[in-house]
């Protein structure tokens, strides 16, 4: 393993399901908005050594 090294991820989510979302667009779908959770889930997958480390977007 080097000395150092940098560890990129690239993630783009669509709406985050949060209170102040679901109260500034009440009328939206909430159903197709993503969680706090799943965010957290997949930023510690990103960062754990089951993620595929390619170098390519």
Known sequence: MPKHFVKKALWVPSTLDTPRNR?????????????LDAVADTI???WSERAVKSGKV
């Open 44 to 46: 510690h997958f990103l």
């Open 23 to 35: 109260e500034s667009i009440p009328q939206a779908d909430f159903s197709k908005w993503v969680s």
